[in-house]
């Protein structure tokens, strides 16, 4: 369980849905506040960032990524699109109080040391550990060390890379969230692999377990539920048409909004594990099961038997399993009448 500023995030607790506004300000400070706004409005418990020094992440003769290309051409090159991205140092503090006013929690990812350093500093509540940086253990200390509570994403990683991360954080942070993720853009839904939510859960009890669901449409989403995770994250942007790498596979805020209330009315039809009749099944109860009828007249000392009962709507006192299983072949101590309901008490 990890407990940020009265929000429960683990078993038992509603699903904490962070909307992953990412780069999708285009590096635009202003774009970034109408982002929490948005996120906000739609339902979000939190909105994610991203924080970086393009100088410290990327080199000039980084290739474009696969969904660089396919949403932007190859127009730019990977480092001028990240720099063109990044938001300065001191915008991050802004957009922080922005989301504690709001009432939704602050959240961003690090991509280098001096980055995660300025989270650390201004105080913020969850910090995120990318797929991409699973393995990069400088910085992984530097986060690990200020015990804030960390997600941990796992796309691109083997299970091994996986298994020594998380004993690596241990070391200093015990305050984690994994999340089951495939790092592609839009995640084709053959690549998703639910199933792996259970080995995470296997492997790490003790850890709330979320998704991190890159792929359309939020049908997969809310199959997830069903595995019990206790997050979801989801990229989020005010325009999927505009110009960038992730709006086209990010959600606006109508589908956001629709997406949340989906996971809502989904998390009430989960119920709990226990099985109890519903309340509301009560009236169906008592009108649609059978209880136990004379089918003629029945004289008192004879022994009753299949041929002289029906069973019929609506319920009675005794069930027909519970005629069956106690009272069949047994003598009755009074005489019975047609279609009247037979109860324990005509039986010696």
């Not at 996120?39 to 020094?53: E, L, P, R």
């Not at 989270?119 to 995120?128: D, Q, R, S």
């Not at 942070?173 to 053959?190: E, G, V």
């Not at 199959?223 to 989020?236: A, D, P």
Request: hydrophobic share 40%; proline share 5%.
């Amino acid at each position: 369980m990890i407990d940020v500023d009265d929000k429960i995030i683990g078993p038992g607790q509603p699903c904490f849905i962070i909307a992953e506004a990412g780069v999708n300000h285009n590096g635009n400070l202003e774009t970034a506040h109408k982002l929490i706004d948005a996120a906000v409005d739609a339902g979000a418990n939190a909105v994610k960032f991203q924080t970086f020094i393009a100088e410290e992440i990327v080199s000039v003769n980084t290739p474009l990524a696969g969904h660089h290309v396919e949403n932007l051409g190859k127009t730019i090159s990977h480092f001028e699109l990240i720099k063109k991205l990044e938001l300065p140092s001191n915008s991050f503090k802004e957009l922080k109080e922005h989301c504690e006013r709001m009432g939704v929690i602050f959240i961003s990812t690090p991509y280098d040391i001096p980055s995660a350093e300025l989270l650390i500093n201004i105080g913020t509540k969850i910090i995120k550990i990318a797929s991409s940086e699973l393995t990069n253990y400088p910085l992984l200390k530097t986060i690990g060390e200020s015990k804030i509570p960390i997600i941990i994403s796992t796309g691109m990683s083997m299970w091994d890379e996986i298994v020594d991360t998380i004993k690596f954080i241990e070391k200093y942070n015990s305050n984690i969230i994994i999340l089951k993720c495939t790092s592609n853009y839009p995640a084709s839904y053959d690549s998703v692999n639910l199933n792996g939510i259970l080995k995470l859960r296997g492997a790490f009890p003790k850890y709330p377990i979320g998704f991190s669901d890159h792929t359309e449409g939020y049908e997969i989403s809310l199959t997830s539920l069903g595995f019990n995770i206790n997050l979801i994250e989801r990229h989020f942007t005010l325009d999927k048409n505009a110009w960038g790498p992730d709006h086209k596979s990010s959600m606006d805020p109508k589908e956001f909004e629709r997406f949340v209330c989906a996971v809502r009315i989904s998390e009430k039809a989960l119920g709990e594990f226990n099985w109890e009749i519903q309340e509301e099944e009560i009236p169906q109860y008592k009108t649609m099961r059978k209880g136990v009828y004379a089918r003629k007249n029945i004289s008192k000392g004879e022994k009753i038997t299949l041929k002289d009962v029906k069973f019929l709507r609506p319920s009675g006192i005794l069930s027909p399993k519970e005629f069956y299983m106690n009272y069949l072949g047994k003598e009755i101590n009074k005489n019975l009448i047609s279609n009247q309901i037979i109860t324990p008490e005509i039986f010696k």
